[in-house]
């Protein structure tokens, strides 16, 4: 698996998971949902995203 489609199913999972725990739990866990977002949305910009760099110390391949 690449360093992005793992990105990518690592963030689906995450907004997902919180999602469900926003319905079942509390509506406060939609603040997850919105770090996950504006995590993607600052990575577009500045090409950082600590879950790649999570991934990397993982020894995820980058292609």
């Given amino acids: ?3 992005e ?5 690592i963030a689906g999972f ?5 999602l469900v725990l ?3 739990v509390s ?9 996950v977002g504006f995590s ?5 910009f500045t090409n950082w ?3 790649m760099w999570i991934l990397r110390k993982f ?3 980058d292609n």
Avoid: D, E
């Avoid at 995450?14 to 919180?18: A, D, P």
């Avoid at 509506?27 to 770090?35: C, E, G, N, Q």
């Avoid at 993607?40 to 577009?44: G, T």
């Fill in 27 to 35: 509506p406060k866990w939609l603040w997850f949902t919105a770090f």
């Fill in 1 to 3: 698996m690449t360093l």
């Fill in 5 to 9: 489609r793992a990105l990518r199913g």
């Fill in 49 to 51: 995203c600590p879950m």
């Fill in 22 to 24: 926003a319905y079942l």
């Fill in 59 to 61: 020894r995820v391949r």
């Fill in 14 to 18: 995450f907004i997902l998971t919180s």
């Fill in 40 to 44: 993607l949305f600052q990575s577009a």
